[in-house]
C-alpha cells in the first residue's frame, strides 16, 4: 500500500499564474478530499468528493478554484490567477466507510508559494 | 458551528517527562475524535482515534479517551522522546466527511 500521493510537493510561482495539483488516493478509497494549511494552523476543508462526484465545497474555495475527479481515482486541485493569499499547504486525504466507521488518511501535501 | 479548541503551544518538555495536551471540542451529534500528528517537512499521520464515548484510542505510547461529559479528548503519553517532537492536531469528524481540526500544539522534547 502507497497511501496518498500527491505531486507536486513544492510549487513556487508567480501572482496570476494558474497552477495545478494532482493527488491520488489509496486505490480501494472512494472518498477523497482537499485541505488547505496555513502556517500554524489546523488544515481547513476545502471539498470533498465521493466516486468522481463532488459534493460538498467550502465557502474557502473561491471561484479560482477547481476541483475534479474524473474517472473516480485521482484528483486534481487547480487555482487560476493565483494571489499571494493563496500560499499555503494543500493537502488531499482519502477515506473509505467501513463499518460504519470513517478515517481520513492525508498525503505529504503540496506546498505552494505564490511571489 | 462545530470546533475543536487545543492548548496553546509551544510545550516544551525534558526526555521521559509525562506529556499532557488538552482538546476540547464543540459538537451536534456524536462525533468521531482523533488526534493527528504532522513532523517536520511531512504531512499529517493519524496517531490514533475513539468513536464513541468511553472509548480510548491508543498509539506509540499515546492514549486519549472520548469524555462526552466534559467534551473533552486530551492527548496524553507517560514518558516523551526527542522523536516526538512534532506538532499534534487534534480532530473531530462531521456530517460524516468533514474533519474539523485545532489549531496544533508543537511539542519540543529536550534530551
Known amino acids: 500500500d502507497t497511501g496518498v500521493s500527491q505531486d507536486p510537493r513544492h510549487k513556487i510561482t508567480k501572482r496570476g499564474q494558474n497552477v495545478t495539483f494532482r493527488c491520488d488516493p489509496i486505490s480501494e478509497h472512494n472518498r477523497l478530499y482537499w485541505y488547505r494549511q496555513t502556517l500554524g494552523q489546523g488544515p481547513e476543508f476545502l471539498t470533498y468528493?465521493?466516486?468522481?462526484?463532488?459534493?460538498?465545497k467550502s465557502r474557502l474555495l473561491s471561484d479560482r478554484f477547481s476541483a475534479e475527479r474524473p474517472k473516480g481515482s485521482f484528483s486534481t486541485l487547480e487555482i487560476q490567477r493565483t494571489e499571494q493569499g493563496d500560499s499555503a499547504m494543500y493537502l488531499c486525504?482519502?477515506?473509505?466507510?467501513?463499518?460504519?466507521?470513517?478515517?481520513?488518511?492525508f498525503g505529504p501535501g503540496t506546498r505552494l508559494l505564490v511571489l | 458551528g462545530d470546533s475543536v479548541t487545543q492548548m496553546e503551544g509551544p510545550v516544551t518538555l525534558s526526555e521521559e517527562a509525562f506529556l499532557t495536551i488538552n482538546c476540547t471540542y464543540t459538537?451536534?451529534?456524536?462525533?468521531?475524535l482523533f488526534w493527528y500528528v504532522q513532523y517536520p517537512g511531512e504531512g499529517l499521520q493519524l496517531l490514533l482515534k475513539?468513536?464513541?464515548?468511553?472509548d480510548k484510542g491508543s498509539n506509540k505510547g499515546f492514549e486519549a479517551t472520548y469524555r462526552k461529559e466534559t467534551t473533552s479528548f486530551h492527548l496524553e503519553k507517560g514518558s516523551v522522546q526527542v522523536s516526538d517532537s512534532a506538532v499534534y492536531f487534534c480532530a473531530l469528524l462531521t456530517g460524516g466527511f468533514k474533519t474539523i481540526f485545532g489549531a496544533g500544539t508543537r511539542l519540543f522534547v529536550k534530551a
Open positions: 475513539a468513536t464513541k464515548a468511553d
Open positions: 459538537a451536534t451529534g456524536y462525533p468521531s
Open positions: 486525504a482519502s477515506s473509505s466507510r467501513t463499518g460504519g466507521e470513517e478515517t481520513q488518511y
Open positions: 468528493f465521493q466516486n468522481e462526484a463532488q459534493l460538498e
